[in-house]
């Protein structure tokens, strides 16, 4: 039997388990808090953003939000995030991506004070992960790595595939699977659009990363039997549905399911946990500014 590895159950989990750290920071007077910055009107970023707001409400977390008009300078947006690294209250922040094309995104990420980066992408905070020092894991990584525990994946010395090298997502990964920690020690292949026979790739692998954003792209007959495979892809589709689209992964989820011992759904694996290590991070942001530790 195929198991279908329920990412809302264990981001549940996650969630749960924070609530005590975030009690015990609002007691020493140090609720945490989170803001989002949105530059635009994208549907798709304001519909994530909420998502992030509501989870913040659910687990006592405070949260802001600052929108930046989408046709503002570059400077407008700097100015919101200068001014939320001086604010005391704002443990950690997000610019949500994708920003307009006429500001640079690197360029944003360099001015978010590294110690509010909870989404992990500052280079500080890369460097501190790839030299296995991590601040803050970035939230999809860190949620693949916790989806892998709660289904008893035993990492070390597996051999995993990560489909695409994105800085978001592949190789953050790649990088914490490698490292000589008990979350890792893996064999990690990384594969991208100039890599040669991925099938191959993907059939050698005890676990299956995709993080490609190409609709189906990985099917059965690319996974190996018994392997386990983790579907990072969310893609939206034609459909004859009330939205007129319909969101599936980057893998063929009926045939993969056929080989594979565990699988991920889309929706329901990967999102779910992206979001709740993101309100983990801030949690750590809190007591790390604040100096009241907690467990995590
Ligand atoms: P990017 O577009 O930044 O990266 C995609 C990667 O896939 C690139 O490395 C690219 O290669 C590679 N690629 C593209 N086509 C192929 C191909 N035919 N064969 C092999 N590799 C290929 O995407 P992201 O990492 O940002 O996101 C990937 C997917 O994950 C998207 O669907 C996104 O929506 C989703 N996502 C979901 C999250 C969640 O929480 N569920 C969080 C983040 C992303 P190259 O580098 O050569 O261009």
Do not use: W
Request: charged share 25%.
């Amino acid at each position: 039997m195929t198991e279908i590895i329920d990412g809302n159950a264990v981001a549940s989990e996650i969630r749960d388990g924070l609530t005590g750290s975030i009690e015990a920071l609002a007691d020493a007077g140090a609720r945490p808090g989170l803001a989002t910055v949105l530059m635009g009107d994208d549907p798709a970023s304001e519909t994530y953003v909420n998502m992030k707001q509501r989870d913040c409400e659910e687990v006592g977390i405070e949260s802001v939000h600052v929108d930046v008009d989408g046709d503002a300078s570059p400077e407008t947006l700097y100015d919101s995030i200068a001014d939320l690294n001086d604010n005391p209250d704002v443990h950690g922040y997000i610019v949500q991506a994708p920003v307009p094309d006429h500001v640079d995104y690197r360029d944003v990420i360099r001015r978010v004070d590294p110690e509010k980066d909870v989404d992990g992408f500052h280079p500080e905070n890369v460097g501190r992960l790839v030299a296995g020092d991590a601040r803050f894991r970035p939230c999809t990584p860190h949620g693949i790595q916790k989806l892998l525990e709660a289904t008893e994946v035993d990492t070390e010395g597996a051999d995993v595939t990560i489909v695409g090298r994105s800085a978001i997502v592949g190789k953050p990964l790649a990088n914490l699977l490698v490292q000589k920690a008990d979350d890792g020690n893996a064999t990690v292949t990384i594969c991208h659009s100039r890599t040669e026979d991925l099938a191959a790739k993907t059939r050698q692998a005890d676990v299956v990363v995709a993080a490609v954003g190409v609709p189906e792209l990985i099917d059965g007959s690319m996974i190996d039997d018994g392997a386990v495979v983790i579907d990072v892809g969310v893609n939206r589709v034609d459909a004859d549905t009330e939205k007129g689209y319909e969101l599936v992964g980057d893998v063929e989820f009926e045939t993969a399911a056929e080989n594979a011992d565990a699988i991920t759904p889309v929706p329901g694996g990967v999102g779910p946990m992206t979001r709740a290590m993101l309100l983990y991070n801030t949690v750590k942001a809190a007591s790390l500014q604040e100096g009241v530790p907690v467990d995590l």
